[in-house]
Each structure stands twice: as structure tokens, then as C-alpha cells.
């Protein structure tokens, strides 16, 4: 069924600058990088789905119908097909279908679609913390990644929040009836009330036991939203720690800060390589040009095919301000570079 989501004031471009630095913090995903977000039709993915697509990744979306709910089942799987765009992929109903058991199953019917996000956020953190200590007397909560290829990049932001933007960037979403009757519809709906009534912070406190409290700093928030709200085409800041949040028009990612090329450099799936004194490596900038030539970076991108959504991530070696290398596509004497597998 669809859910008509609350409005509190909630500033997209501020909940986005969040989510990049989640993955910036964890290195859960390459800038620019192919994504496939498993989609439910809630507001939690439905979030994570159009956060990645505005950061500049590419995005997939894959729904998986476990076929629980009838014809409610049915229509969310609709619904993530038409406004998502999902893959909706068929799961047979396991013997016992616990929550656990039908999130590996998710996870299983899924591997081959490669690198996954989930909509997991804190206030899933915090019912999973409240639910180990409590069955396992243990307080490990949601990692940021799996092994498999499963990341996680909304645990910063509460469910609250995630209702709030899809609602500020116009997207409908839809509920499960069936979370009221799940153990963690029974943490949601009495548990947590009674904790808040104990003390207003339970939740953050149960968060801070899993780790997961962490936040970028107001400075940087406020920085980087001021960068997604600029008019202008093409604008850059400097977040510290060797990142650098980038802007070309429509597009916003996360990129490292120039890396002296003293030895070897590895740079996404490159490994660069150079004697040569004064050279670094950087991401491409709109407006770049070839060392001594008037073509621009871009064109050779284009020449190329390269798809606009890989050039963020492409490395450069240059000097100063002029372009000496792009691996794979114009070599410099002096400079080796080396594709190998992510």
C-alpha cells in the first residue's frame, strides 16, 4: 500500500553530503562506480536509490518478490518497476520464512548482479543492537559492507530522515504491512517508546554501542550542501583528509586529492607508475587540457567512449596544471600504468 510520507524540514543536498561521506568514511563505493540498489519500494531504498543516482554513481535497482502478501506483494513490485526501473527477480518461499532467512535469500538471489546497496539506516542499527543484546547478550550491530558485495551507506541517517527526502524530491512510497507483526516491528512499535520514556537518549546510546554514531562535522556538512546549492556549472571543496567534493553541473562526487607520483600510485582499478620528478595524480576537471596540445581531456573521453559517468573516477598524471598522461588512453614517456582487476 502506499504511504503518504510526513514532511519535517529536511535539506536534500545536506542528507546527500551524509551519505558520501559514509562511503567516503568506509571506501564502500569508487567514484562514479556501477551500484545496484535493492530496492523494496519503502522510503529507506527508495532514498538510497535516487541519493546514489544524484552523488553520481550508477545506479540499478533490483526488487525481489517473495510473494508473501498477495496482490500487496504484486503491487510493490509494480511500483518499484515503474518509478525505479528494478529488475524485479522471482524468490521461492523457504520452509520457514523467518526475517533472517529471506534476507539471505535476498542476498543469494542477488550475488550475480555484482555490488549491492541496502537502505539500512540507524534506526535499523538500533533495533538490531536492542535485538542481539537482548536474544545474544551481544552488541554488534550492521556492518557498513559484506563480503558478498553488500554495502551500506545510509546508516547515518534515521528512518525519519529517509521519509523526509523522498517526500522534499517528490518521490511516492510504499509500506509493508506485514512490519507491525516481525520482531523488529515489535522493537519499533513498543519497545523503543518505553526506552525513550526511560531516557530521551536511548536511541542514540544504542546507536553509539554499535559505532555507529559517527557524523560529518557541521563545517563540512554545511560546506558541501553549499556546494549541491551553488548555480554555477562546475565547483570543488576541499573536505580534508584527502577528499575532494567535486560538482559539474548536474553531477557531484567524491574524489581523492592529488597524490604525489613518487613510486607506485594505485588509483581505482590503475596502478601508475614513474620516475619522473613533479608529477601527481588527480581526477579529471572540466576544462582540462593535454600537456602542450589545445585538446581537451573531455574530448579525449569522448573519442574514446568513454561514458560520462567513468570519467570522474579516470585518473590523471600531470604537472602543476597541465595534463602528462591519462592511463589507457594517452601515454607519456617516463610514465607506466597498468590496468588490474577492482
Known amino acids: 500500500m502506499s504511504l503518504p510520507v510526513p514532511a519535517p524540514a529536511v535539506d536534500p543536498a545536506a542528507l546527500r553530503a551524509r551519505i558520501a561521506a559514509q562511503i567516503a568514511a568506509h571506501a564502500l563505493l569508487e567514484p562514479g562506480a556501477p551500484v545496484v540498489a535493492l530496492v523494496s519500494g519503502g522510503a529507506d531504498s527508495t532514498c538510497l536509490w535516487h541519493a546514489l543516482g544524484a552523488l553520481g554513481y550508477r545506479v540499478g535497482a533490483v526488487h525481489v518478490n517473495h510473494h508473501l502478501r498477495g496482490a500487496e506483494s504484486e503491487a510493490d513490485a ?7 526501473g528494478a529488475e524485479v527477480v522471482d524468490a521461492p518461499v523457504p520452509v520457514q520464512p523467518t526475517e533472517a532467512a529471506l534476507r539471505d535469500l535476498r542476498y543469494g538471489l542477488t550475488v550475480r548482479f555484482g555490488l549491492r546497496a ?3 539506516t540507524a534506526s535499523d ?26 554495502v551500506r551507506p545510509l546508516l547515518p541517517l534515521w528512518r525519519e530522515e529517509t521519509e523526509a527526502y523522498c517526500h522534499a524530491v517528490g518521490l511516492p512510497v510504499r509500506a509493508d504491512s506485514s512490519n507491525p ?12 517508546p518505553l526506552l525513550r520514556r526511560l531516557h530521551p537518549g536511548a536511541e542514540a546510546n544504542l546507536l553509539a554501542l554499535a559505532g555507529g554514531a559517527a557524523t560529518l562535522s557541521a563545517p563540512i556538512e554545511r560546506a558541501v550542501a553549499e556546494l ?32 604525489p607520483l613518487d613510486g607506485l600510485v594505485r588509483w581505482g582499478r590503475w596502478v601508475i607508475e614513474s620516475d619522473l620528478p613533479g608529477l601527481h595524480v588527480r581526477g579529471w576537471r572540466a576544462g582540462d587540457r593535454l600537456a602542450g596540445r589545445s585538446k581537451k581531456v573531455q574530448d579525449v573521453f ?6 560520462r559517468s567513468e570519467r570522474e573516477a579516470w585518473p590523471l598524471v600531470v604537472r602543476g596544471d597541465e595534463v602528462v598522461a591519462v592511463p589507457g ?10 590496468e588490474v582487476p577492482a
Request: aromatic residues 4%.
Open 181 to 192: 507483526g516481525t520482531k523488529r516491528g515489535l522493537i519499533r512499535s513498543e519497545l523503543l
Open 78 to 84: 509494480s511500483h518499484c518497476r515503474g518509478l525505479l
Open 302 to 307: 569522448v573519442d574514446a567512449k568513454v561514458p
Open 118 to 120: 541496502t537502505g539500512h
Open 228 to 259: 549541491l546549492a551553488r548555480p554555477v556549472g562546475s565547483a570543488r571543496v576541499d573536505l580534508g583528509s584527502g577528499l575532494v567534493a567535486a560538482r559539474e553541473y548536474d553531477r557531484i562526487w567524491l574524489e581523492r586529492a592529488p597524490v
Open 329 to 338: 588512453l594517452v601515454t607519456a614517456d617516463g610514465v607506466r600504468a597498468v
Open 125 to 150: 542499527q538500533v533495533e538490531t543492537v536492542l535485538y542481539r543484546l537482548v536474544s545474544s547478550g551481544v552488541s554488534k550491530g550492521i556492518r557498513p559492507f559484506r563480503e558478498d558485495g553488500v
